[in-house]
């Protein structure tokens, strides 16, 4: 066996993404955030969309159909689980889980290569990563917990299989949003990708899933989505957020449906311009009538042009846009 090589004799590979630039192929993402901002719910959609071979919220295409493994130990299978995949419109034929009822399965267990291998899954979601260590292998001790994660990622890679680890938040408010995630900085070293969710800081029921770490592509724009209790979770898409600002709040906000569609429009229109119908369809989605989008579509001065027969809306520039 050869000791050493040179890059020279290196085969360059290319990257093959599940959704560019957030979630490769064959490597770990994290998907980290506050206890109710929506992570397994967001985990649940993409899986869902992965299972039907569906258009991605930021407009790119699954090609074809593919197997997912949900592994979660928080929620009943039978009484959450299900009905969540069936509200995401998921193929269940295509979504398997581990059975776990005599050994509680880990992150080193021999099960998760023999069912990757058996269902030939190319998404694997545990949710949370908290309650797959095993006892003897402490969150907080870091050469151990990158012992587990560099194994997780070698099977990821073997199998071109899409993991994604869900994580809960600590409580602290301070330092890197890289560094909140509970357990050793090493989980988030060898992931890939790790994305955040966030609430809107004005409104606390739109969501945002933004990456802190993307080493293989550069950083995506925010993902906006709604989750509340009358309308579920819908996406809203690719958009603009400021990250900084954004708060974990919890309370209750009574806003009338007129400024939630203002609200909505400013986040659907921060990246592009977007067809006025597929606006249209997504507020009808969130229960909010044409009309009182007619109306919020004026009070912000929202400008339309038609571009090969389908019109466009776009948020109007600025005085201060165009000195800067």
């Given at each position: 066996m050869e000791l050493y090589e040179y890059y020279s004799s290196v085969e360059p590979k290319q990257v093959d993404w599940l959704w560019y630039p957030y979630v490769p192929y064959g490597k770990i993402t994290l998907l980290q955030g506050d206890p109710g901002d929506g992570k397994s719910t967001l985990a649940l959609n993409i899986a869902a969309l992965l299972t039907n071979g569906g258009i991605l919220p930021?407009?790119?295409?699954?090609?074809?159909?593919?197997?997912?493994?949900?592994?979660?130990?928080?929620?009943?299978?039978?009484?959450?689980?299900?009905?969540?995949?069936?509200?995401?419109?998921?193929?269940?034929?295509?979504?398997?889980?581990?059975?776990?009822?005599?050994?509680?399965?880990?992150?080193?267990?021999?099960?998760?290569?023999?069912?990757?291998?058996?269902?030939?899954?190319?998404?694997?979601?545990?949710?949370?990563?908290?309650?797959?260590?095993?006892?003897?292998?402490?969150?907080?001790?870091?050469?151990?917990?990158?012992?587990?994660?560099?194994?997780?990622?070698?099977?990821?890679?073997?199998?071109?299989?899409?993991?994604?680890?869900i994580g809960h938040m600590n409580k602290s408010t301070g330092g890197k949003k890289l560094y909140r995630g509970m357990g050793s900085i090493d989980i988030a070293a060898i992931a890939r990708s790790v994305l955040m969710i966030a609430r809107d800081e004005d409104n606390p029921d739109i969501r945002y899933m933004f990456p802190v770490k993307s080493s293989l592509a550069p950083e995506g724009c925010a993902i906006g989505f709604v989750f509340d209790e009358n309308v579920g979770f819908k996406w809203i898409g690719k958009c603009e957020a400021n990250i900084e600002t954004m708060k974990s709040k919890k309370g209750t906000y009574h806003k009338s449906k007129q400024e939630k569609a203002k609200e909505l429009l400013k986040v659907m229109l921060s990246v592009q311009d977007c067809p006025s119908k597929e606006i249209y369809k997504k507020m009808e989605d969130l229960g909010i009538g044409e009309r009182t989008v007619r109306i919020a579509e004026k009070e912000l001065g929202i400008e339309a042009y038609k571009k090969k027969n389908t019109w466009y809306w776009k948020m109007p520039v600025l005085d201060n846009d165009v000195e800067s």
């Open positions: 930021d407009g790119s295409e699954i090609s074809e159909p593919q197997n997912v493994i949900y592994q979660c130990s928080e929620d009943n299978g039978g009484d959450t689980i299900k009905p969540r995949l069936i509200s995401a419109g998921a193929d269940c034929k295509k979504i398997a889980c581990i059975i776990d009822e005599e050994k509680n399965l880990t992150l080193e267990d021999k099960r998760l290569e023999q069912v990757i291998k058996e269902t030939q899954a190319k998404l694997l979601i545990l949710d949370p990563i908290q309650s797959f260590i095993s006892q003897d292998g402490d969150m907080q001790n870091a050469v151990r917990m990158r012992s587990i994660m560099t194994k997780l990622a070698a099977l990821a890679e073997e199998y071109k299989c899409a993991v994604i680890l």
